[in-house]
């Protein structure tokens, strides 16, 4: 999307990012861009004037080819960390949701290619989960919106 919140500001870059817990029997669907080493919860940017439940879903059915149910938001985390060499400040709203038990083993973003796969959960830290204290939480999810800070 052309209207992405993405921006600069001073020496950061700033996002506003949903991504979608997908829990199911004792498995949680993750993502990895190829040339990276750590996996990551399928999601993606907001636009500008798209309320984030309906980003989420549009996310996920260009990532997955199909329409998939969006519920209640569990994580709000503020994120800070360094991707290749460059400083992040992200906001990102985790919301539990339903796919279909097929999803592709990948999808093509931007020439780059992203893989999707069912991970236990004890194996989260072992796959590099980020954000790391999610790693943690996935296995017990809480019945309210959870406020979380990362600094990596």
Same mark, same amino acid.
């Given at each position: ?24 029997? *004792?498995?949680? +669907?993750?993502? $990895? ?5 750590? %996996? =990551?919860?399928? !999601?993606?940017?907001?636009?500008? *004037?798209?309320?984030? $439940? ?5 996310? /996920?059915?260009?990532?997955? *080819?199909?329409?998939?149910?969006? !519920? $209640?938001?569990? =994580?709000?985390?503020? !994120? =800070? =960390?360094? /991707?290749? !060499? ?19 083993? %990948?999808?093509?973003? *931007? ?12 194996? &989260?830290?072992?796959?590099? +989960?980020?954000?790391?204290? +999610? $790693?943690?939480?996935?296995?017990? /999810?809480?019945?309210? &919106?959870?406020? +979380?800070?990362?600094?990596?």
């Amino acid at each position: 999307m052309d209207t992405d919140i993405c921006l600069t500001v001073g020496a950061h870059l700033f996002n506003l990012r949903v991504a979608a817990l997908v829990v199911r029997d *004792g498995r949680v +669907l993750t993502c $990895r861009f190829a040339d990276e080493r750590h %996996s =990551f919860l399928p !999601g993606g940017r907001v636009g500008a *004037g798209e309320p984030t $439940r309906d980003a989420l879903r549009r996310e /996920l059915a260009e990532e997955l *080819g199909v329409q998939c149910e969006v !519920g $209640r938001p569990v =994580f709000l985390v503020e !994120g =800070f =960390f360094t /991707l290749d !060499g460059r400083a992040f400040h992200e906001i990102a709203l985790y919301y539990v949701a339903e796919v279909p038990e097929q999803v592709p083993s %990948s999808f093509e973003d *931007g020439g780059r290619t992203i893989s999707f796969e069912w991970v236990p959960l004890a194996e &989260l830290h072992a796959r590099n +989960l980020q954000p790391a204290l +999610l $790693r943690e939480r996935l296995a017990d /999810l809480p019945s309210e &919106l959870t406020h +979380l800070v990362n600094v990596e």
